[in-house]
Structures are given as structure tokens and as C-alpha cells.
């Protein structure tokens, strides 16, 4: 025998000992108050097992438990205490569920997304990530969105969707504190001086101001011909994204000082095209 035929059973053998409407009140009483407990121990063991995760994720993992728990008992009092054929329902539920997916598929594709992200641990508060256009500090995950603080300060709302996309990028170690910004370096300059004038100032700058992140220094790269000379790309490392804009724009003008930043006409302090002596190098390095 089922186990659907021995509830059946049991429910009729209570009807005929105690009346219906006992039953019903006794049945549905005790069913919810398990159904209340199992929630209530899934939902502390979730907590327990996801307590370094961020609150906003586990809260959308808990209210899952608690819906899947809820249609059970419905299922469960429906078709053994009321005797209703719940699979009437599960049909006009299917054909609900179709319309209202076809309008709510942009909600829906997001809160899939958050579930995947939660099981996953793809990303986590604290994060430094890069999000298509979007790049800075994750400050909060919930059921359908992210919250991206960007090194301005400014928190922008991004669907979780979009953590699914080839433009998602989650950065760890020296990728989460580096900036790049591009120059244009005159041409005839000594590049190898100019390198290490750039790499110098820049340190000096960032921590003098407390904003270089520890371990890691300033580096120049050229990479390339440009129409006004060399392109060089500077990458500085800062210790929190809050700090980006204000210590790039603190190195660009301490480096637009130096007198080899290329412009139109190419006039560049000889200086820099035969190489410093031993005084003005000592000059830039100590910026």
C-alpha cells in the first residue's frame, strides 16, 4: 500500500473516531506545526552552513526552503485531508506559471542567477569586480540585483543576470587594487629615464597621500607609437577603490610637471632626450 493510500486510511479512521471537523483542525494543526519546525532546523542549519556568506544571499536561500516547504503541506492537506485532486491544480498552476514567466522573464533569469551565484560563491560582498561597463566594490547582493560601488563613490544596481555574461569579471589580489590611465610620451625622449621617473613619482605620491596598496609598486609600460609619440600605459596599485580617482588624478599632475608629456608641437626639455645628470636624477627619485 502507498504511502498516500495510508494516509488516506489513517485520516478516515480518525473522521470515524473523533468527527470531521476534529479531524480536519488536528490534522492540519499538526501538519503545520511540523512543517513549521522542519523550516525552522533547515533554515538554522542553511544559516550554519552559509555564515560567511552575505545576508542578503542566505535570506534567498531560506525563503526558498520555506516555499518548498509551504507547497508540500498544501499538496499533502489537499489531497489527503479535503480530498481535492491537486493535479487539476498542478495544471492551471503550469499554465499560470507560463504567463506570468513570459512577462516577469528578466526577474526570473535574475533571481536564477542569484541562486547560482549563491551556490557557486562566485561573488561575495567586499568584492572588487568588473561588470561590463560597471568596475568597483561589490556592497550588497539580494534576491535579483547587485549593488556595485564604483571608485567614485557611486553605487550603481546591476541585475544579477548580468553576473552571468562573458563581460563578469571577479578580480582577487593585485588585479582588485590595480588603475591603469594612458600618456603620451614625447618623442626622443629616454624612455628607460623616463620609466623609472614615472614608477618613482607615482610611489612617492601614493604614500605620501596613504593610498598606495601595500606590496605593490607603481609600473609603466609602452605600448606603442602614437600620433604624438610613445603610448604608456601607468598602472598604480591603491589600497581602496575610494581612493582611484583622486590618486590618479594626483599622479597624472605631478607626472604632466615633469616636462616629457608629449603635445602637438613635440617641444620636450632637452633634458629628458640626452638623459639627466647625476643631480636631476636624484631629483626624480625622490619625486
Known sequence: MSNHALAITFIEDLKQLHGELPTILLVASVTVALALLASHLLVRLLHKQLKER??????????????????????????????????????????????????????????????????GNIVA?????????????????????????????????????????????????????????????????????????????????????????????PQVLFLGSSALGTNASVRVFISDIEYATRAMDAVMIAISERGYLADVTHEVDASWKRGLDSDDQSLAREG
Open 54 to 119: 552575505n545576508v542578503g544571499a542566505v535570506s534567498l536561500l531560506a525563503n526558498l526552503v520555506r516555499a518548498v516547504i509551504a507547497v508540500v503541506v498544501v499538496f499533502f492537506l489537499g489531497e489527503n485531508l479535503f480530498n481535492v485532486e491537486m493535479s487539476g491544480v498542478v495544471q492551471a498552476l503550469g499554465v499560470t506559471t507560463l504567463v506570468v514567466s513570459l512577462g516577469l522573464q528578466d526577474l526570473i533569469k535574475s533571481v536564477v542567477a542569484g541562486m547560482l551565484v549563491v551556490a
Open 125 to 217: 560582498v567586499g568584492d572588487q569586480v568588473m561588470l561590463g561597463d560597471h568596475r568597483g566594490e561589490v556592497m550588497d547582493i539580494n534576491w535579483h540585483q547587485i549593488t556595485i560601488r564604483d571608485r567614485d563613490g557611486v553605487p550603481h544596481i546591476i541585475p544579477n543576470s548580468e553576473l552571468m555574461s562573458d563581460s563578469f569579471m571577479r578580480m582577487t589580489g593585485k588585479m582588485a587594487c590595480r588603475h591603469i590611465f594612458e600618456c603620451d610620451i614625447a618623442p626622443g625622449v629616454n624612455l628607460a629615464l623616463v620609466k623609472t621617473d614615472i614608477e618613482t613619482l607615482a610611489a612617492n605620491v601614493l604614500t605620501k597621500n596613504g593610498w598606495i596598496a601595500p606590496g605593490h609598486m
